[in-house]
């Protein structure tokens, strides 16, 4: 515990400087990863060298004079950072390649594409210089003596450059920018800088560096320009370091309209939709209430879903089937009812009441679906959420669907003890399960949710249930083996502590790096965890997520190395499944060392492993859980991770 009270003290004077200079932010280092990013531009006949495995500066011959000017151009992508953010601090970190030309005097003018979203260069003539917006913003850097290989040198702080890039209107997070590099004509070089290029040593491949205080809402959830999101979803938001309020903007047309102002999140918009694409927007909000940063415009699509009921705006009666097609029975030894007490996704629940102490032992409630054909629009399974209770017995929980034709098909929830799980967990069925017993789908009469055991009544007890979201979806479908996560899946962190903002002690993950960093396919970000492995008592820190894919098996893992500490890797990890909810019970599919991690060498930053992690298994599952059992270093205060991902297929 002594490690965590000395990161609360540090906690607590970072906190006290927020006020007064605003230091508090976000770092972001992105290293060139692609060939096609690292280039340079012969001047005399306009050729562009996209292969070379080092990048010399400012010429390509170290002669005296040097011979054949160049310009070297960088192009990073995937910069995590929204329009407007404050850059305090930026660079370029090369590596030295070779020393040729290393003492001789190099000056240099750095500057870059004023274009708020950098398109790759081409093997095209002069496809440098027939780029013809510049920032305004402009670095001369006097390069240092490059006496040595493998020494890393930083160029001046290029903020400048950056700011006046991601000023732009049209920039948002996730875009590229491009530097160049040229020699300085009011001080020309006689010497040459010969760095590293990826194609030559990948992680030693130049890498741009940025400190900056984000004023403006980031991060959204679900991400911008996600698909098959659920039509009952909760937007949520990084907030901007010093907003009080945020102003919601919501809507299906482009801007959005004002919704309202609020101190939290996240907004539930209530149901959506099918099919249909939204757009929403976050304006920060200072405290003195007229200061504002105005955010991106984000979007995402709500999946081909139907849903059957909502319990909002239908009826709930007990007694025997009435005629509207619209209102819910109860029949058997249950009463139901809506309670707005219990609340998921935003509105009431259908709650169910159940005696299963005397004859019949079993109840149910039913509906008739006002279409009868569950599979409008290719629609292939159905799902609910249920909400338990730990004082319920365990009677086991079943859906029957029957049709025009009076075939009847019945679907058991295959965890006994369903019925005592204290928090939403959503139970989807394919419907081959009900194909399978000869019930025509298109045809359905009479859908039912029913308490014990159907096939054999027999006595049991007590208890209730709520009921929520009774929909019918399209489920993506994975064929060949690729990661089951994405970014908008349901997230918990091990330990999950309180949401952020407070005491460490209490969140154990920073606001700027929360669970769901994980699992964002953004290596810019990532996951990080005071609890867990340096807490005594707690257990290995890790995740837990709920793909929103259909069932799927995973067979192997991947694993990306953070921005930082390196003693903070994990080194060992354990994969659980489950089928009852997000909280459990989880089986234990895999468990092993992450063996690059490990290494006498620390693995380089931003970097997947490179030996696979693979391992047999055939079952199928809705819910998994990552553990994280050791860290590379004994001595680290917290496991951060950049992205992990769960490789598998759809199960079939």
């Not at 009952?232 to 907003?243: C, E, H, K, Q, R």
């Not at 945020?246 to 539930?268: K, L, M, R």
Request: net charge negative.
């Amino acid at each position: 515990m002594c490690r965590k009270w000395i990161y609360l003290i540090c906690f607590a004077l970072v906190l006290g400087l927020v006020g007064t200079n605003e230091a508090f932010g976000t770092t972001l280092d992105m290293r060139i990863t692609s060939g096609g990013n690292d280039v340079e531009q012969h001047l005399h006949d306009g050729q562009m060298e996209i292969g070379s495995g080092d990048l010399e500066l400012a010429y390509e011959s170290a002669g005296t004079p040097p011979t054949e000017e160049q310009i070297v151009g960088l192009r990073f992508v995937n910069i995590a950072l929204p329009k407007g953010a404050q850059v305090t601090i930026a660079y370029v970190e090369f590596e030295v390649d070779e020393t040729k030309g290393g003492t001789k005097p190099v000056n240099l003018i750095i500057e870059g594409e004023l274009t708020p979203n950098a398109s790759p260069f081409r093997t095209t003539a002069n496809d440098i210089t027939n780029r013809t917006s510049w920032t305004t913003a402009k670095v001369n850097w006097s390069v240092p003596n490059w006496p040595a290989v493998d020494v890393k040198f930083q160029t001046p702080d290029i903020s400048s450059i950056i700011q006046e890039i991601v000023n732009q209107e049209g920039w948002v997070s996730g875009n590229a920018l491009i530097l160049i590099f040229r020699d300085d004509k009011s001080n020309p070089s006689t010497g040459v800088r010969c760095a590293e290029a990826v194609e030559g040593e990948a992680t030693a491949a130049p890498l741009l560096h940025i400190e900056a205080v984000v004023k403006a809402a980031s991060a959204p959830n679900p991400a911008n320009g996600a698909t098959g999101v659920e039509m009952i979803p909760t937007l949520s938001w990084m907030p901007g370091v010093t907003a009080a309020t945020h102003d919601v903007y919501f809507g299906t047309s482009s801007p959005p309209s004002f919704i309202a102002n609020q101190p939290g999140t996240s907004y539930a918009p209530g149901p959506l939709a099918l099919g249909t694409t939204y757009y929403w927007r976050i304006d920060e909000v200072e405290a003195d209430g007229t200061t504002k940063y105005t955010g991106d415009i984000w979007s995402f699509t709500v999946g081909n879903y139907s849903i059957l009921d909502d319990f909002e705006s239908y009826n709930v009666v007990p007694g025997p089937p009435p005629v509207l097609s619209d209102t819910w029975s109860a029949s058997g030894s249950v009463v139901s009812s809506l309670e707005v007490n219990i609340i998921h996704g935003g509105k009431q629940a259908m709650r169910v009441d159940y005696n299963n102490t005397a004859l019949p032992y079993q109840g149910q409630v039913s509906r008739t679906p006002s279409d009868p054909n569950l599979t409008t629009g290719g629609t292939q399974a159905l799902s609910l959420w249920f909400y338990g209770d730990p004082g319920n017995t365990s009677e086991g929980m079943y859906v029957v669907v029957e049709d025009a034709a009076g075939v009847v098909g019945v679907v058991n929830h295959l965890y006994l003890a369903a019925l005592t799980i204290n928090e939403w967990s959503k139970w989807e069925i394919p419907f081959s399960a009900f194909t399978g017993a000869g019930v025509n789908m298109t045809a359905v009469k009479n859908l039912s949710i029913g308490v014990g055991n159907r096939a054999n009544p027999t006595p049991g007890g007590a208890g209730v249930i709520r009921i929520d979201d009774i929909q019918v979806s399209k489920p993506r479908i994975i064929l060949e083996p690729a990661d089951v996560t994405t970014p908008g899946d349901t997230v918990q962190g091990i330990p999950s502590g309180l949401p952020c903002g407070g005491s460490p002690t209490a969140n154990y993950s920073p606001c700027t790096e929360l669970p769901p960093m994980a699992i964002d396919d953004n290596v810019s970000t990532k996951y990080l965890n005071f609890g867990g492995n340096f807490d005594p008592g707690e257990g290995p820190s890790g995740f837990r997520v709920a793909p929103s894919v259909s069932q799927t098996i995973v067979t192997g893992l991947t694993f990306t190395t953070a921005n930082d500490a390196a003693e903070r890797d994990p080194v060992a990890f354990e994969l659980y499944g489950s089928n009852v909810s997000i909280a459990g019970l989880y089986t234990l599919i895999a468990s092993g060392e992450i063996v690059d991690f490990k290494g006498a060498t620390a693995w380089p930053r931003f970097t997947k492993n490179a030996t696979p992690i693979s391992f047999v298994n055939n079952v199928a599952y809705d819910y998994y859980q990552v553990l994280f059992t050791a860290i590379r270093g004994p001595s680290a205060n917290s496991m951060q991770i950049a992205e992990v991902e769960l490789i598998g297929i759809s199960a079939p």
